[in-house]
């Protein structure tokens, strides 16, 4: 229930008191609480999809108007529509196409910013982190954590496309970015490609390696074809009516999100299963990697196919249903909102 209108008289008296405050640099709280602390989430995102057949002749020609040397590194952001200009995807994640060309490198550098990387189309590209390289495969997760030196570079024969997933709203907010550029244009390798996925990703550890939680993983690829044998493993039964058959990646070392900011999960829909709508307060960018069918996001619907991207923002309900076997890939801030005790899902 509205409390009464206050009469003319006492809505100037408190104009006057509000003007006066304001030159103190106050401001009342009982103007604003309703906004401050709202009965639910009001995310200002909204819902989209980028279907990538529509948008990979644009990011094509990103490659014929600047050099990856040039740019430093040739992204278009996927900007939410409802925060144009503000590079973010969601309140609190960035996300964008990167293209590598034949021959090119994207010079080494480093950032406190964390970032995922999820490769779409094209081969012969490889990523380089703190000295040891990855072969970049479709359908790949790799992961350059928070101040690792990485470049990327296209030893193939044909352009190469990935997602690129940062938490740059996340430390922009905290006023905790900074960011330096190697003076060599690529690493020289320190290590053979499958070190760290040997040394860190096969249930052992090396014998002194002693992890903090937060710490992120050094196993920075985790390959589409390990996905894709975990998820069919597991597809066995009804699938969870929410969510199919999802799992999520870890840090094997500590069972915690791979990176601290953060969150990636790889869910399976059986042909013809229609998920039941489920929400949550980690706004969440989707990605289908094999597959297709329908999304109804709150109360907007798409179809979608291999490679189209589509946001769900906080506590808007997500329901799926796909026309064949699918493979979907998501990340969110949900590692964030779990340390902060905020995180909450409900399954309608």
Same mark, same amino acid.
């Given at each position: 229930?509205?409390?009464a209108k206050?009469?003319?008289?006492?809505q100037?008296?408190?104009a006057?008191?509000?003007?006066r405050i304001g030159?103190?640099?106050?401001t009342?709280?009982w103007?604003v609480?309703?906004?401050?602390?709202?009965?639910q989430p009001?995310?200002?995102?909204?819902?989209a999809?980028?279907?990538?057949?529509e948008l990979?002749?644009?990011?094509l020609e990103?490659?014929r108007l600047?050099s990856?040397?040039?740019?430093?590194?040739?992204?278009l952001?996927?900007?939410?529509?409802?925060?144009r200009g503000?590079?973010?995807i969601t309140?609190?994640?960035?996300?964008?196409?990167?293209?590598?060309?034949p &021959?090119?490198?994207?010079p080494?550098h480093r950032? !406190? =910013?964390?970032? $995922? #990387?999820?490769v779409? %189309?094209?081969?012969?590209? *490889?990523?380089a982190?703190?000295?040891?390289?990855?072969t970049m495969r479709?359908?790949d997760f790799?992961?350059?954590?928070?101040w690792?030196?990485h470049?990327?570079g296209n030893?193939?024969?044909?352009p190469?496309v990935w997602?690129?997933?940062?938490d740059?709203?996340?430390?922009r907010?905290l006023d905790a &970015?900074?960011?330096?550029?190697?003076?060599?244009q !690529? =690493?020289?390798? $320190? #290590?053979?490609e499958g %070190?760290?996925l040997?040394? *860190?990703g096969s249930n052992?550890v090396?014998?002194?390696?002693h992890p903090?939680v937060a710490?992120?993983?050094r196993?920075?690829?985790?390959?589409f074809e390990?996905?894709?044998?975990a998820?069919?493993g597991?597809?066995?039964g009804?699938?969870?009516?929410?969510h199919?058959f999802?799992?999520?990646?870890?840090?094997?070392a500590?069972?915690?999100?791979?990176?601290p900011t953060?969150?990636?999960?790889?869910?399976?829909?059986?042909?013809?299963?229609?998920?039941?709508?489920v929400?949550?307060?980690d706004?969440?960018?989707v990605?289908?990697?094999?597959?297709?069918g329908e999304?109804r996001?709150?109360d907007?619907?798409?179809r979608?196919?291999?490679?189209d991207v589509f946001?769900v923002?906080s506590?808007?309900?997500l329901?799926l249903r796909?026309d064949?076997?699918s493979v979907?890939?998501?990340f969110?801030?949900?590692?964030v909102?779990q340390?902060?005790?905020?995180?909450?899902?409900a399954r309608?």
């Amino acid at each position: 229930m509205h409390a009464a209108k206050p009469p003319p008289d006492a809505q100037r008296e408190r104009a006057d008191y509000y003007a006066r405050i304001g030159k103190q640099h106050m401001t009342p709280l009982w103007e604003v609480l309703g906004a401050l602390v709202p009965p639910q989430p009001r995310p200002l995102a909204q819902a989209a999809l980028w279907r990538y057949a529509e948008l990979r002749d644009s990011v094509l020609e990103a490659g014929r108007l600047i050099s990856a040397e040039e740019a430093e590194r040739r992204v278009l952001i996927l900007e939410n529509p409802a925060l144009r200009g503000q590079s973010c995807i969601t309140n609190t994640l960035y996300a964008g196409l990167q293209l590598i060309l034949p &021959g090119e490198v994207a010079p080494a550098h480093r950032h !406190t =910013q964390s970032a $995922l #990387r999820l490769v779409l %189309d094209g081969a012969g590209a *490889y990523t380089a982190v703190d000295g040891e390289r990855t072969t970049m495969r479709r359908g790949d997760f790799i992961i350059t954590p928070a101040w690792t030196w990485h470049d990327h570079g296209n030893l193939g024969s044909e352009p190469v496309v990935w997602l690129d997933g940062l938490d740059i709203p996340i430390v922009r907010f905290l006023d905790a &970015g900074f960011a330096e550029k190697s003076e060599a244009q !690529t =690493q020289q390798p $320190l #290590r053979p490609e499958g %070190d760290a996925l040997a040394r *860190y990703g096969s249930n052992m550890v090396p014998v002194d390696y002693h992890p903090a939680v937060a710490e992120p993983t050094r196993v920075f690829v985790y390959p589409f074809e390990t996905t894709q044998a975990a998820l069919l493993g597991i597809a066995h039964g009804a699938p969870d009516p929410h969510h199919g058959f999802k799992l999520r990646y870890v840090n094997p070392a500590t069972g915690a999100s791979p990176m601290p900011t953060i969150g990636a999960f790889a869910q399976r829909l059986p042909a013809g299963f229609e998920t039941r709508a489920v929400r949550s307060t980690d706004g969440t960018v989707v990605v289908c990697l094999e597959g297709g069918g329908e999304v109804r996001v709150g109360d907007r619907d798409w179809r979608f196919q291999e490679n189209d991207v589509f946001v769900v923002p906080s506590w808007q309900a997500l329901q799926l249903r796909a026309d064949r076997d699918s493979v979907l890939f998501s990340f969110s801030d949900r590692p964030v909102q779990q340390a902060l005790g905020l995180w909450r899902e409900a399954r309608l």
